[in-house]
């Protein structure tokens, strides 16, 4: 199938949380709303370095002592515990991004790093009042560098 850009978001730059994806319309519960291609590579050679820190924020657990780097706005999305939106692995290295209830035109689309809309995992940093532990930057564990 091929992958095509979404007109229906953009990222723009918040005040709170630096950049983020937005909806540009109205975006109804159970849309897919944008679909991307990942780049999987190994852990170790993402994490390792000053390179690694910094793409840590961005990557996916994919197993097998992989991650995935999702292209598109796929690493753009902001965590919430209380997500409009989720991610699904779809396909040979694809990401789809779906509405889970209605979503406003302008309203931020936030996804939970932990894969599931209702997993209330710690993820690794503060998140208004509490501390949690993400999918994403447990990665480091997948490298044996944590």
């Not at 779809?90 to 209830?101: L, S």
């Not at 993820?123 to 993400?134: L, M």
């Amino acid at each position: 199938m091929p992958i095509q850009p979404s007109s229906l978001i953009e990222v723009k730059y918040t005040a709170r949380k630096g950049r983020g994806v937005f909806a540009t319309a109205f975006i109804p519960a159970g849309t897919e709303f944008e679909r991307v291609p990942v780049l999987v590579m190994p852990a170790a050679d993402i994490l390792g370095g000053q390179a690694g820190e910094f793409l840590q924020q961005y990557v996916f657990e994919w197993g097998d002592g992989k991650v995935a780097l999702a292209l598109g706005f796929g690493s753009m999305y902001n965590h919430s515990y209380s997500p409009n939106a989720r991610y699904d692995d779809v396909g040979r290295q694809t990401k789809v991004y779906t509405a889970v209830r209605d979503i406003a035109a302008g309203q931020e689309i936030t996804i939970n790093y932990n894969g599931h809309e209702d997993d209330d995992t710690p993820v690794g940093f503060a998140i208004e009042k509490e501390t949690r532990k993400s999918k994403r930057t447990r990665t480091s564990e997948l490298a044996g560098t944590s």
